[in-house]
């Protein structure tokens, strides 16, 4: 293995034949990825179809009924021990289409959400994925990267690493290119960056050595267990709740096993039913169904913009209480436009629509010239100088490229004639103190022949506070008291209108030297500066975030808006996007600080809308939520949002604007970063966790009817009403379909209209068990009615009064999953076409329940007869019977709270 930190960085480069400028070529970069691997760090399990059918035998009730087919056929009973076989592989492969569905939709979703970074091929730079970064590859870092693989530091500006996952070290590393002796430890290798680290800020370029499990952190991968485990609550819930229902089958079938033979019941015929009864009472579907739910509604929800990185928060966003979102670009549009400009004596209105260029300058009713006014002038040039955006065309359309804040001052420049362009050239930038949500404002330094310039752009009253001069038409002169009243009081009034306000200002540098790569002492760099003017700049809400809060009041969801900006501008969008209502408060970050986390906790619930704040009140505001047992969202995009992303129950990274660092922390990535995308992951969240719910009192509806069948047969002395292969039927085929097409249902509309559920409430809750048993009851009634009224009223045979029953119960069940899908709406609100796999499982089951009837082979295997139109219709009106009472039970429940 090569020392890395020890070679110059040519002979590393030659080492692996790249180029440091270019990079590798497009195609050399895929040669590689082919030679050396995907850069991972696990070979990752992939899923074979084989091993998931294989794994569908892992079951103890398959076994158990493989034994009871092997027991038949000891005992000579072939045509039943065939039949249970051919149940067994049928179920398998329902079982295995479910879960290789499931399976593909995970892996999809994982390739979604991989981590990116930035490369340079071919001469040019490119965004790829972590995962096709190859040895020789040239990687670019900036602040909020995540480290993609090891490498070797080629160029540094003040980079800082942090190393914690690798080495342990919490405080971030400064990095450099110089190379080290030979034995250098791991953690002081300060011209390498690692896999698995990630930049804290500064920018880098680095050759990358060595990818997935070559690196150092493959190394060690084996010792460490990342990966967290694969089952979320919910499923941890089930089953744990399936054990539960195990004993209480087992229990019950065993009551049914003792009576039978009490009764005088044949033992081997017995012991098929008992061994029957407790594969169709145990709802071992289940936890597939879930996976199933889970999977399909993630898939659903990147349609709507939200990835989820992990299954498990698709159920607390079902539970979300609370939403801590940022302003700009979630709220707002995120397309700035600049309105106002205040300069010492003047306040300018400007005029054109966008990012397009065209647009005047109106003083009054007057148009204003630019190059007529020199204090206009220069805040213009400032506002270019201190920026780090480009004008681009996109499709033919002004675009920005960068932050839209710098863009529309671009704008704005360059309709007073004044463009980036002119600016590198006659003033070469030197340094640059980047923004930051923390420090509100950002310098650049440049130089025109000898002499050095900064130029800050910043939140008002900060660089107000760092002002003593300022420029006005006759010169810069002394900024008094009264000038700086003015111009809190402007931005005041700017606010107001919801404009975000920036202020510029400038300083001439004598006696200061800057050197490439070395920090710049802003502290010393940004004070005695020289005042040039505001900038009103407009950042429309939009559209959909305002229907987005209204959706989340009806579902009893709190919005929380959290932003960077002045308190005013905040509460002028809280209001108009109906976050701030009559009571609710604005807390500004400097007010915060002087409250303790008791106090927090006291005022979070009263508090709207939080201005100025910084990443760290984020975090404070996260926990004070949690601390009164609340789950809360939080959103954010920047590096130092990840603690508090990280904190909080469902943390919200921003595809657009986030950092790869703040995306690895997150639960879930809004795609288009937009508020009203986290809404309507929150309604999939809870469709998700209704349509387990419902298939799960469905599935339970149809055991407990069979259960209760078979145990009051017996109780009465009736032969058993059905056989095992009729049971085996229902459970695995007929109930099996209809619960995977509920699972999959469409999302009820009203999910938005309710409170979030109680974070406690479990998923097997009194109001299931006494659903079920109701249920199981009524199922029961018809079937016990059916198969009494053929044996003991009309005098049929004994396999006649069991098809009967057989298919009584079928029907009974296929119907009712059409009411299952709500518990509070009726099938009249839902509509039956609402959900088509539905519909058109319940024809194919139904179509399959005729043709055992009419296939001569299925007949003596089921030990039923063809049945006539009339019975037909017969069998359909009664397996009604449940389905309305059930109905009507939704109907009286609804008109009870009504009156209640
Ligand atoms: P959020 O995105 O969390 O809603 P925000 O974007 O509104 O917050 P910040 O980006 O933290 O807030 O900005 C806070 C303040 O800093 C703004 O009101 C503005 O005055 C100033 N500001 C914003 N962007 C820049 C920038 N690029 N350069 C200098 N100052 C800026």
Not at 381 to 399: F, G, H, T
Not at 672 to 696: C, W
Request: hydrophobic fraction near 45%.
């Amino acid at each position: 293995m090569n020392a890395w930190h020890k070679l110059p960085i040519t002979e590393a480069a030659s080492l692996l034949a790249t180029d440091v400028e270019q990079g590798l070529s497009v195609n050399e970069a895929k040669n590689r990825l082919a030679r050396y691997g995907q850069n991972k760090l696990r070979k990752g399990k992939r899923f074979s179809a084989l091993v998931i059918f294989a794994s569908q035998f892992k079951s103890l009730v398959i076994w158990v009924l493989i034994g009871a087919a092997a027991v038949s056929a000891a005992l000579g009973e072939t045509v039943d021990g065939i039949a249970i076989i051919a149940i067994v592989i049928l179920n398998a492969i329902i079982g295995f289409l479910q879960e290789y569905r499931a399976e593909k939709a995970a892996a999809a979703l994982s390739r979604l959400t991989a981590p990116h970074c930035r490369v340079v091929r071919g001469g040019h730079s490119l965004v790829v994925t972590a995962i096709e970064i190859v040895p020789g590859d040239i990687l670019l870092l900036e602040g909020g990267d995540l480290v993609a693989a090891d490498a070797r530091l080629i160029q540094t500006s003040v980079l800082r690493i942090n190393e914690a996952p690798l080495t342990g070290e919490s405080q971030a590393v400064g990095k450099s290119t110089d190379r080290l002796p030979q034995e250098t430890p791991l953690a002081e290798r300060n011209n390498m960056v690692f896999l698995g680290t990630s930049v804290t800020g500064g920018s880098g370029r680095a050759l990358v050595v060595n990818t997935g499990m070559e690196t150092e952190l493959g190394h060690i991968a084996t010792l460490l267990d990342t990966a967290e485990s694969g089952e979320t609550p919910l499923q941890r819930q089930l089953e744990r709740a399936g054990r539960l229902l195990l004993m209480a089958c087992f229990g019950i079938v065993t009551l049914i096993f003792g009576l039978g033979l009490l009764r005088g019941i044949a033992p081997f015929e017995l012991f098929l039913s008992s061994v029957s009864l407790a594969v169709a009472a145990i709802p071992e579907g289940l936890p597939a169904v879930v996976t199933i739910a889970l999977a399909l509604g993630v898939q659903r929800m990147v349609r709507r913009h939200a990835l989820v990185r992990r299954l498990a928060s698709v159920e607390t966003l079902g539970r979300a209480q609370v939403i801590c979102t940022d302003k700009t670009g979630t709220l707002t549009m995120g397309e700035m436009t600049a309105r106002k400009l205040i300069t010492s004596a003047s306040l300018y209105r400007i005029t054109g629509e966008g990012y397009a260029t065209e647009g005047a300058f109106f003083s009054g009713n007057v148009e204003s010239l630019p190059s007529e006014s020199p204090e206009l002038l220069a805040l213009l040039r400032a506002s270019v100088a201190c920026n780090d955006a480009e004008l681009a065309l996109i499709n033919n359309r002004p675009a920005v490229i960068g932050d839209p804040t710098e863009g529309a001052l671009l704008v704005v420049a360059a309709k007073g004639g004044i463009t980036r362009g002119v600016f590198e050239t006659e003033m070469p930038r030197l340094a640059t103190v980047p923004f930051d949500s923390d420090r509100k404002r950002m310098t650049v330094i440049r130089s025109r022949e000898s002499c050095s310039w900064a130029f800050v752009k910043g939140a008002p009253e900060v660089i107000l506070s760092r002002c003593t001069l300022i420029r006005t038409d006759q010169g810069v002169r002394e900024l008094t008291e009264n000038d700086r009243n003015r111009m809190i009081q402007a931005n005041a009034l700017m606010a107001h209108d919801a404009l975000r306000v920036l202020a510029v200002a400038e300083r001439p540098l004598d006696g200061f030297s800057f050197e490439e790569g070395v920090a710049v002492n802003d502290r010393e760099i940004e004070q005695e500066l020289t005042f040039l003017g505001l900038v009103g700049l407009q950042d429309p809400p939009r559209f959909e975030a305002k229907e987005a809060v209204v959706k989340c009041k009806r579902a009893g969801i709190k919005t929380v808006m959290i932003t960077g900006d002045h308190p005013d501008t905040a509460r002028a969008i809280g209001h108009e996007l109906g976050i701030l209502g009559k009571g609710d408060e604005v807390l500004v970050g400097a007010e915060l600080d002087r409250l303790d986390d008791e106090a927090l906790k006291q005022r979070v619930a009263q508090v709207s809308v939080y201005a100025r704040v910084t990443a760290e009140h984020k975090l404070r505001i996260v926990r004070a939520w949690k601390a009164l047992g609340a789950v809360v969202a939080m959103t954010g995009d920047g590096v130092n949002d990840a603690p508090a992303i990280k904190e909080a129950s469902i943390g919200i990274a921003m595809g657009r604007t986030g950092t790869e660092v703040t995306k690895e922390a997150a639960d879930m990535i809004v795609t288009d970063d937009n508020f009203a995308s986290i809404v309507a992951a929150v309604e999939e969240g809870r469709g998700i966790y209704d349509n387990i719910a419902k298939t799960l009192a469905y599935l339970l509806g149809s055991s407990t009817g069979e259960l209760i069948v078979m145990l009051i047969a017996v109780l009465l002395g009736w032969p058993l009403p059905l056989l095992p292969l009729h049971l085996l039927w229902i459970n695995l085929v007929t109930d099996g379909f209809a619960a995977l097409a509920l699972s999959t249902d469409p999302i009820d509309p009203d999910v938005l209209s309710r409170p979030p559920r109680h974070s406690q409430s479990a998923l097997l809750n009194r109001n299931l068990f006494k659903l079920t048993l109701f249920t199981g009851l009524l199922a029961a009634s018809v079937t016990l009615g059916v198969f009494a009224y053929e044996l003991y009223i009309i005098g049929n045979s004994l396999d006649h009064a069991r098809d009967a029953a057989f298919t009584a119960l079928v029907i009974t069940g296929l119907l009712r999953s059409f009411g299952a899908r709500s518990e509070q709406r009726t099938l009249w609100q839902i509509g039956l076409f609402s959900n088509l796999r539905l519909f058109l499982v319940v024809v194919v089951s139904f179509a399959l329940q005729l043709a055992i009837h009419h296939i001569p082979m299925l007949q003596t295997l089921f030990q039923i007869e063809p049945v006539s139109l009339h019975q037909c219709v017969a069998w359909i009106g009664v397996g009604f019977i449940p389905l309305i009472v059930l109905e009507l039970r939704k109907v009286i429940r609804r008109l009870r709270t009504k009156k209640n």
